[in-house]
């Protein structure tokens, strides 16, 4: 077996594991969420960023999901740039008064450290404007560091519910040649958000809903243009 994969099989039971007793919390916010049509906002800097991207307008995902896909918070700028900028207070302000966000609205917000003012102001905003928070996070490394901004609280402090995506400090599953590798926390959030985006479509079915779900723009005979059009007026990067 390669060492890569059988790193990644073992985080994914441990992340279900750590996880257990809150997912079931998570899942259920997500199942109410769709049920109610409600918008579930994603934000992330970073490279944590591709997580809220891959709940976003995809083949066989929820139509109700608003990613914060701002270039500053991404690295197609600049890497330097954008890491840069996520550690700025007050930039949160500037992106969070761009979207359309709603007191009954559901907000992720994915930081593998958790100690940037970006994501732990935006957590910070959302709670103020009367959202539930979910964070993605590691615990481990967390923990192991204070925030950048002296007397901020971090991200797993703030939210309503945390998923430990169990990655170990330094983002490494694997130490070859001396040298930390094997990056596993996009991996890790990616499993999770798809993870609790399905069993909450299970339960929303149950309950009648009509789930908002994107066909492949790649198959013939179907087209997303009923959904596009439901929600362009909630959805900034519609």
Wanted: hydrophobic share 40%; proline share 3%.
């Amino acid at each position: 077996m390669y060492a890569y994969h059988q790193a990644t099989n073992e985080l994914f039971q441990r992340i279900i594991k750590a996880n257990e007793k809150v997912l079931p919390q998570v899942i259920q916010a997500f199942a109410e969420t769709i049920i109610k049509d409600q918008i579930i906002h994603a934000f992330g800097t970073g490279h944590s960023h591709i997580i809220g991207l891959e709940l976003f307008v995809r083949a066989g995902g929820l139509g109700n999901v608003n990613a914060f896909l701002d270039s500053i918070v991404m690295t197609s700028e600049g890497a330097r740039r954008s890491a840069e900028i996520e550690r700025i207070s007050g930039i949160s302000k500037v992106l969070w008064d761009q979207h359309t966000i709603m007191p009954e609205d559901l907000f992720l917000i994915v930081s593998n450290s958790g100690r940037n003012a970006m994501p732990i102001e935006m957590a910070e905003r959302a709670k103020i404007n009367g959202n539930k928070v979910i964070a993605i996070t590691s615990l481990e490394q967390s923990k192991k560091y204070p925030t950048r901004i002296a007397g901020q609280k971090k991200l797993y402090q703030i939210a309503d519910f945390v998923l430990d995506n169990c990655v170990p400090s330094g983002d490494g599953l694997l130490n070859i040649g001396g040298e930390l590798t094997g990056a596993a926390s996009t991996l890790a959030g990616c499993f999770l958000v798809n993870l609790v985006a399905t069993e909450a479509m299970k339960i929303a079915a149950e309950h009648g809903a009509k789930l908002p779900v994107y066909f492949s723009q790649n198959i013939d005979g179907f087209n997303n243009d009923s959904l596009y059009k439901k929600y362009e007026n909630r959805i900034k990067h519609l």
